[in-house]
């Protein structure tokens, strides 16, 4: 008896897996209909993730006409700070806390609703090009697929078997979860998220980060550090000892906290995110490395990816020589390119973190009012033209 048959498979039930076949029911809902999805976690998984979904996160999901009716902390404001520095970023729409295990969930239970057929418990093993398409064997057996998108994380199996076994493009991420305390927490009545540059005295590229979150009813606070180590020539930080300090100004050094790790992988303008038959989203194929926001990063490579696959079915070419570019020239990509400049400009030890922040926001937020406005300009001009016509 032969493979069971499909035109994709998508590796990874995350947040990128599911957006790319929701982005697929809308374009083509042949294709996905012919879509497996398959992860080798059983639901609801744990997940190491600071749980903050930016506004732009929340509209994908709308966009995608979907309501995720879980525990969230709406959080209005981040405090930047770098040494005694700091500035308040007042968001105009607010960040929502979640755990990513409610989060995940919930998005594969609509998924699921609208028709997705769903694998859990099942990895990857391996896959191989076979008359012009992919065998994939995993733990269950083995499909004949057309094309496999990789949204298996950051130490993805699918970009292994791509062969871009590039660690350089790891950051190192370690985070506690604890009770949150006054005076020690204040974060959490304040509704209030901090990001903290002061390790970078210290070699850090990247930040410590506390945010306020909900675990069911009770007040939690996720604190956590990373280093992108982006600028290659220096040498690394010595992150455990600079979070185990920062957890003292906690209280939590002599308490009983689980120091969890994972790494986040960061997108590399000179690494392929395709192969023939196979493309890559989210985390393996990497985010941006100033602030490494990951729920609403993972969630927009869908759409470009859902485009590839609808394209590469049509004109069977499955090269996918094109979807990096794709990538870029979406609103992902320009976000990618726009913090990636950040980065370069907080960790290079030059300019104050505290203003490059600053300044960074406030220009964004400067052009989306003037985006907004002259949008609002051009529709005035279209209905007006419209009713002299008539």
């Known amino acids: 008896m032969g493979c069971p048959e499909f035109d994709v498979l998508i590796v990874g039930a995350g947040p990128a897996g599911v957006s790319t076949w929701l982005h697929l029911k809308r374009k083509a809902p042949e294709v996905a209909e012919r879509t497996l999805v398959i992860d080798k976690a059983v639901f609801p998984r744990t997940k190491l993730c600071g749980g903050g979904v ?55 239970a609509a998924a699921r609703q609208r028709g997705m057929v769903f694998h859990e418990n099942e990895p990857v093993v391996d896959a191989r090009c076979e008359q ?16 496999m998108v990789g949204a298996d994380g950051s130490l993805s199996r699918v970009r292994k078997t791509m062969g871009l076994l590039d660690a350089a493009c790891l950051a190192p991420t370690i985070q506690v979860s604890a009770p949150a305390t006054l005076p020690c927490d204040p974060e959490f009545e304040r509704k209030r998220m901090v990001i903290d540059f002061s390790g970078r005295d210290a070699g ?54 689980v120091w969890s790790s994972h790494p986040i992988r960061r997108f590399s303008d000179g690494l392929p995110i395709a192969r023939p038959h196979v493309l890559l989203v989210g985390d393996a194929a990497g985010i941006e490395p100033a602030l490494g926001g990951g729920i609403h990063m993972a969630l927009a490579y869908g759409e470009p990816a859902a485009d590839e696959l609808v394209q590469a079915i049509g004109t069977r070419d499955f090269s996918f020589r094109h979807y990096k570019k794709a990538v870029m020239s979406h ?16 960790y290079n030890g030059d ?12 220009d964004r937020l400067i052009r989306s009012t003037l985006s907004s406005l002259l949008k609002r300009q051009g529709n005035s001009a279209s209905i007006r033209r419209a009713s002299s016509k008539t």
């Open 331 to 346: 609103l992902l990509g320009r976000h990618i390119r726009d913090f990636t400049q950040l980065a370069r400009e907080l």
């Open 54 to 108: 930016w506004p732009w996160g929340d509209a994908l999901v709308k966009r995608l006409g979907i309501e995720l009716d879980i525990p969230a902390l709406s959080v209005p404001d981040v405090e930047f700070r770098y040494r005694k520095k700091s500035w308040l970023f007042q968001s105009p729409k607010p960040f929502r806390m979640v755990q990513r295990a409610d989060f995940d969930m919930a998005l594969v």
């Open 132 to 147: 012009d398409a992919l065998v994939v064997r995993t733990h269950q057996g083995a499909y004949r697929v057309k094309a």
């Open 204 to 257: 850090l590229q990247g930040y410590t980060w506390h945010f306020p979150c909900l675990q069911g009813e009770d007040a939690f606070m996720h604190h956590g550090i990373v280093d992108f180590r982006l600028l290659r020539n220096r040498p690394f930080a010595e992150m455990k000892t600079l979070f185990a300090r920062e957890l003292q100004t906690r209280n939590l050094e002599g308490q009983s906290v």
């Open 351 to 362: 300019a104050d973190p505290v203003n490059t922040v600053r300044d960074f926001f406030t």
